[in-house]
């Protein structure tokens, strides 16, 4: 009998449950969305029962579509977005909605242990600067506003193990998902002092228990499984932080290859044989003990282009949504005209945030009275890979790489796919499989059920490069000296992004 493997992803707007074959290939994908709140300015939530039912149903609906019989699971393995909090009490129930990534409600914590010169020391003991969405931010918010509910928690979580804990009845965290607050960056485990630094000593209490990715952590329970379709006892690896996951879905599992996740953050990781602290990265646990993942993100990538999309091109949307293609498919002659003329447009892609410190708005430059939306749209994509730019350029200046592996909503589309090559100015790696942080996951549950016997080797085995697009040097020349001027323009807004963030407040 075939077995299989199944990935559980649960990313910030879409739960996807994937099967796989033991070679990698896509059997059958479940997708349920979970709906984002925004109950006050600041608070991005969702609600803990409403995101597992997502999950379960995604399950159900891929083992339905791929007619999959649940005795055929070899494993699970589990993916969630990083960083933001799910609480649970000493019953293990919710305790209060789940916290996402997009959250900025602890920007006072994060300014306050800045001017008290915790970043430093943070940087030094944990290899990263919290950002306001990391749990400890998140629980210092909750220790100072919310004191009740503080008092009550009984395990801290992240997405992904809340899942986790609603289909095994155990509470852990892998190494990924640890380090992204709580450990020590040269040890690599829960540390004392790293509680102390952030006043959170009586939380070390609710940390969970932490279990190796690729190690089970549970098997499903008999109540999971009648809500999943999966049967009851199938082991659950313990699974990876979702932009780790990604990479090893690419086969990306030992350092010298950068991975890029075009999505709603920039997301830019190279794994690392020791660790560097930097404050341009995160230095966080790798795949492995020993190992180390280097993290360059920002909050503005692919958004900055849905946003923009949806306001300039909304009949085409419709259009391509009713026709069950591509936006890009349907815009593509358009785009590719304003690509052939000259334009001086430029764009800033801080919709949501951005790599620095000052509060800084998105902005478009140089428009004149001929330029048309195809225009402004080529501004909105190079803007977003010059982003990412800034951040390859911080990894690499310490850590060579020769080439990436691509993800994300840059990766759909071959046109951006080839900007990406042309703006980095290397080889750039499209994975064969559309949902490679699931992939990882499954991988996980590979390894943890001794279909691989690891993941480099699983990596071999299950993960293929769909197309490669290298740069042209040409083009390549073209994009460094717009680079720099879009440089340039950000060092010229420093002083007045300030002004403008408060005139945005003063006429709210």
């Known amino acids: 009998m075939e077995k299989y493997l199944l990935g559980l992803d649960s990313g910030s707007t879409a739960t996807k449950a994937v099967v796989f074959d033991t070679t990698g290939r896509t059997v059958a994908v479940g997708s349920r969305r979970v709906e984002q709140r925004q109950p006050r300015a600041r608070h991005v939530e969702r609600d803990m029962e409403e995101t597992w039912a997502a999950a379960s149903g995604a399950i159900r609906d891929a083992l339905a579509r791929g007619k999959v019989s649940a005795s055929t699971i070899a494993a699970v393995g589990v993916t969630g977005h990083g960083d933001g909090l799910y609480l649970v009490d000493q019953h293990d129930a919710p305790l209060g909605p789940g916290i996402l990534s997009l959250d900025s409600r602890a920007v006072a914590v994060r300014d306050q242990w800045r001017d008290a010169g915790v970043l430093p020391r943070a940087l030094a003991l944990t290899g990263q600067q919290p950002y306001p969405y990391a749990a400890v931010s998140l629980l210092k918010w909750i220790q100072l506003n919310e004191p009740e509910r503080y008092a009550k928690i009984g395990h801290v979580l992240f997405c992904k193990d809340w899942l986790r804990l609603r289909l095994t009845g155990l509470a852990a965290t892998d190494p990924t998902e640890a380090s992204s607050s709580f ?74 290859v950068l991975s890029i996740t075009a999505g709603t953050f920039s997301i830019n990781e190279i794994l690392s044989d020791r660790p560097q602290a930097d404050p341009r990265w995160s230095c966080r646990n790798g795949t492995r003990p020993g190992q180390w993942m280097n993290m360059s993100i920002s909050p503005a990538s692919s958004s900055n282009v849905d946003w923009f999309m949806r306001e300039f091109f909304a009949h085409e949307a419709q259009q391509a949504e009713q026709r069950g293609c591509s936006l890009f498919d349907l815009i593509e002659d358009e785009l590719q005209i304003a690509f052939a003329e000259p334009s001086s447009v430029m764009f800033h892609p801080f919709l949501f945030g951005s790599p620095f410190e000052q509060a800084a708005s998105a902005s478009f430059f140089g428009i004149r009275s001929w330029h048309r939306r195809a225009h402004l749209a080529r501004a909105v994509l190079e803007g977003m890979i ?11 200046s310490v850590f060579p790489a020769k080439r990436a592996g691509l993800t994300g909503g840059g990766s759909a589309s071959p046109m951006l796919a080839q900007m990406f090559a042309d703006v980095l100015g290397m080889p750039i790696d499209i994975p064969d499989s559309q949902e490679a942080s699931a992939l990882g996951a499954a991988l996980c549950a590979g390894v943890s059920a001794g279909v691989f016997v690891s993941l480099p080797e699983a990596g071999e085995r299950a993960c293929r490069i769909q197309r490669t697009h290298g740069p042209d040097p040409e083009r390549h020349g073209r994009f460094n000296e717009v680079y720099e001027l879009y440089l340039q323009l ?19």
């Open 490 to 508: 950000i060092a010229n807004m420093n002083s007045s992004w300030p002004a403008l963030d408060r005139a945005a407040i003063t006429h709210s």
């Open 183 to 256: 450990t020590d960056v040269r040890t690599q485990q829960y540390s004392r002092e790293v509680l102390d630094l952030y006043g959170l000593t009586s939380i070390g209490r609710a940390l969970p228990e932490i279990v190796p990715s690729t190690v089970s952590a549970g098997r499903v329970t008999a109540q999971a499984a009648a809500q999943t379709g999966l049967m009851e006892g199938t082991p659950v690896a313990c699974g990876l932080h979702d932009v780790t996951s990604s990479a090893v879905g690419m086969g990306i599992t030992e350092p010298g």
């Open 386 to 396: 010059f982003n990412h730019r800034y951040h390859v350029e911080a990894l690499t």
